[in-house]
């Protein structure tokens, strides 16, 4: 009997209907836990890029924290607010897919800005990348000082970068080189900052950095990352110097 | 093959003598054959591709390991419970479902729970359903012997597993980060200039611990492989 076809269907769609049951089950209990892990984990690498977020263990102390600090809005490619989406839902800036939008064309991306305030001026600027390295995605943000051109930090992660040389791009020793480069040329063309091949320990100008020593395609990616994201959100950079030029606050 | 038959006739042992000591010589030999003169790492050479894969911290080789017992017990006493209704012909696919969904469910809960780890061990988590020490033991143990018998089976492979990973890890760690569970060990005892070691970050170091540690294994028990 137990090898009857008609026994193994039944203890197949049996077995399928309890473990599905279950994996249910477990998936929406956990569902709003993994919700507040991700809320997080995004909120603790927008942190990260203008502040030291390690030495804050207590997760509601981040989220505390965050909200204090940080100010954040989503504008379109020609730097306009955006407060609401094609069907009329608010957009919420940490809910904007980065990964996702930069598949679209530039032009029609979404661009979440992520300000950190600091007792009523902007302190910094941040904004989300996300790009290509040598294995898989890789993914950041970058802050700048309240002058849109000098660099507070930046904060990558990877997926499958080569630990040991890829993987150094989430070290804050690489990571600190780039505080305080410029990303404009002093006759204010968009010049970005980048990685060079090789890593010396020289002195360099206001735009390179020093390279990691057998990740250079992993930097190269970074390059590319960095540069896509400070054209996309060029426009928006403009926008504010002129308003807040003429004595228009920024917000 | 010669095992399996062996441990049914064990089973069949046990069935005449239903008054067995819940810790009887044969059962602790259940627990302890896996964790050194049978080790599913170093003897029979299984799991070998997460043993590279997540070694090179202590700290997910410890949650990796953990993971690792407790699907091979859970799925071994599950598996061991309705050993009789499984029919013959798909059982490696009931297997394989039961092991997809404690796999599944460790990964909900370390993505709930410990999003860190999560993010560090991502698909390898998930690969322990590939790991073959887990389907190894199902069919070659739980299919044949009783749910109790299973759990200390699935015990002595899950920490035969665990022990050999975490050496592993634990040589990585210090020799190619110089910290031990992210603890700058070296810096601690004020030997900042610790050279540390590029290629035990790398797989190749992986491979190397555990080839001398199979080598000391098989030095001191004498094991060759017969072909």
Redo the contacts between chains.
Sequence with gaps: M??SNT??IL??IG??IV?GG??SV??VV?KP??DR??E??TKRSILGAVMDVSSIKDPDQVLKVYSERINSYVVDYEGNRLITNAKGDSIVAEKVNVSKNSKLPAEERQYPVFQAMDNGNVDAYIFPMYGQGLWDWIAGFIALDGDLNTIKGVSFSH?TE???LGARITDAEVQNRYIGKKIYSSSGNLESVEMIKGEKGLPLDDHHIDGLSGATMTGNGVNAMLLKYLRSYENFMSKVKSESGSGVAAI | MSTETLEKDQAVVAVKEPSEALLSKRRKKVVSDPLVDDNPITIQVLGICSALAVT?KMEPTLTMAIAVVFVIVFSNVIVSLIRN??????RI??QL??IA?LV??VS??L???Y??MF?VL?AYVGLIITNCIVMGRLEAYAMANKPYDSILDGLGSGFGYAWIILVVAFFRELL?SGSLFDFKIFEAIGWSSFPTN?LM??SIGAFMILGILIWIQRHKTGYVESH
Excluded: H, M
Aim: proline share 4%; charged share 15%.
């Design positions: 137990q090898q026994y193994i203890f197949s077995l399928t473990i279950l994996l477990t998936s956990l836990l993994q892990q991700v997080l984990d997926k080569t630990p040991g | 090179i209704f499984i029919p013959n012909r798909i696919i009931v479902a039961i969904f599944t469910f909900e809960v993505k709930a729970y999003y860190d993010k991502g190619g590029g970050v790398d």
